[in-house]
């Protein structure tokens, strides 16, 4: 019986250390199928920075980390936030390589976008003048997603205290990198024929349910399911489960 491989891209600013502690997803259970590629994109995490100008953290450009995680063979590719973006871009450029797509949380995209520009741009200017405490103070002070706020509050400070552990240098090339980022155009991603399982949760405004609905839609072999609360959230785990168990074993 082979297995196939499910390389994993985290969010912006985030790190598989932030994902651990969060604890929203239990990678045992996927792994009961698949083997399970998890990797800290460059300046995030355990992954040195190398260089820090914001054309090096575009995420179109940070498909070379997913191509080096993913080894030399064919994978599935899975993120959440900018990690689904750079699996949707990795679709593009080596079409050959991906088999299947997981898109969690994708963010805000396309004439949606413009917030998460400025939000970017604001952000870069604080580390700059002020270093990562006050940017991470000002990340506490940010409204919660409802589901958070409602059942998983400590969402917040966990997050600031990993946003303390980056490289100070390299924050301000990130974020201005993904300031200067998108999905692929709605015809790129129509032209992506693969299976997709895509995955979001309700009331985020940085990830709106209706660019998951947009990609279900221009992903044509794609499903999408929507968690209202925090236990939906948690069942994701055994949905990509499910998922890639009709892809990755066969004699």
Request: net charge negative; charged share 25%; hydrophobic share 45%.
């Amino acid at each position: 019986m082979s297995r196939c491989a499910l390389v994993w891209a985290h969010g912006l600013a985030s790190s598989r250390a932030h994902e651990d502690e969060l604890g929203l997803f239990d990678w045992s259970v996927p792994e009961e199928v698949a083997r399970v590629v998890r990797y800290d994109a460059r300046g995030h995490g355990q992954t040195a920075a190398m260089q820090y100008y914001d054309r090096a953290f575009r995420w179109p450009c940070m498909v070379d980390d997913m191509l080096r995680a993913g080894g030399t063979g064919p994978f599935v590719a899975g993120g959440a936030d900018m990690g689904s973006a750079v699996a949707l871009w990795t679709a593009l450029r080596a079409p050959k390589r991906v088999q299947a797509l997981v898109l969690v949380v994708p963010p805000r995209a396309w004439e949606e976008r413009a917030p998460d520009v400025e939000n970017c741009e604001e952000a870069a200017q604080v580390v700059e003048r002020h270093g990562l405490p006050a940017w991470a103070d000002d990340f506490r002070r940010r409204p919660q997603p409802r589901i958070f706020a409602q059942e998983l509050p400590s969402e917040r400070d966990v997050t600031a205290r990993h946003l303390l552990t980056m490289d100070t240098k390299a924050v301000p090339a990130i974020l201005r990198g993904a300031a200067a980022s998108d999905l692929p155009t709605r015809e790129e991603v129509h032209a992506i024929v693969v299976p997709t399982l895509v995955l979001a949760w309700a009331d985020d405004p940085a990830h709106p349910v209706s660019v998951a609905e947009s990609l279900a839609h221009l992903l044509v072999l794609s499903e999408l399911h929507v968690a209202s609360d925090l236990p939906g959230i948690r069942s994701w785990s055994g949905l990509v489960r499910d998922f890639l168990a009709g892809l990755c074993c066969w004699e």
